[in-house]
C-alpha cells in the first residue's frame, strides 16, 4: 500500500509562490511516474505535471508553464511542485499522485492541499 501526504498549500496573494511537498510510503517510490493534480470548485480535476522516475518531465496544463517546475527527490522519497507567479485561477485543491499513467488517471492519490491565490 502506498500512501501520499501532502504539505505547503495555504493562501498567496497574486504573484506570490507556494512550494508543495509529498512524501510516499512505500518502496515503490523511485520507480514510480509521480504528478501533480488540481481541482478548482465547479471543474473537473486536471493534470498540472508528472515526473517520471528518470526525471522525464510533462507540463499537463499550458497555464503553468514556466511558471511551475515539478522535480523529485528519490532518496526522501518527495515529489515537489514549485509554484511562482501565481493567479488566482490557480486556486484549487492540489493532489499529489503515484503511478500516474495518463493525463487523467493513477493508482494512488493524496489527501489533497488548498491553495488560495488572492487578487
Known amino acids: 500500500q502506498v500512501q501520499l501526504v501532502e504539505s505547503g498549500g495555504g493562501l498567496v496573494q497574486t504573484g506570490g509562490s507556494l512550494k508543495l511537498s509529498c512524501v510516499a510510503s512505500?518502496?515503490?517510490?523511485?520507480?514510480?511516474?509521480m504528478g501533480w493534480f488540481r481541482q478548482a470548485p465547479g471543474k473537473e480535476r486536471e493534470c498540472v505535471a508528472r515526473?517520471?522516475?528518470?526525471?522525464?518531465?510533462?507540463y499537463c496544463a499550458d497555464s503553468v508553464k514556466g511558471r511551475f517546475t515539478i522535480f523529485r527527490d528519490n532518496a526522501k522519497n518527495t515529489v515537489y511542485l514549485q509554484m511562482n507567479s501565481l493567479k488566482p485561477e490557480d486556486t484549487a485543491v492540489y493532489y499529489c499522485?503515484?503511478?500516474?499513467?495518463?493525463?487523467?488517471?493513477?493508482?494512488?492519490w493524496g489527501q489533497g492541499t488548498q491553495v488560495t491565490v488572492s487578487s
Open positions: 499522485a503515484g503511478a500516474v499513467f495518463s493525463n487523467t488517471g493513477a493508482l494512488y
Open positions: 512505500g518502496r515503490t517510490f523511485a520507480s514510480s511516474t
Open positions: 515526473i517520471t522516475s528518470i526525471g522525464d518531465i510533462t
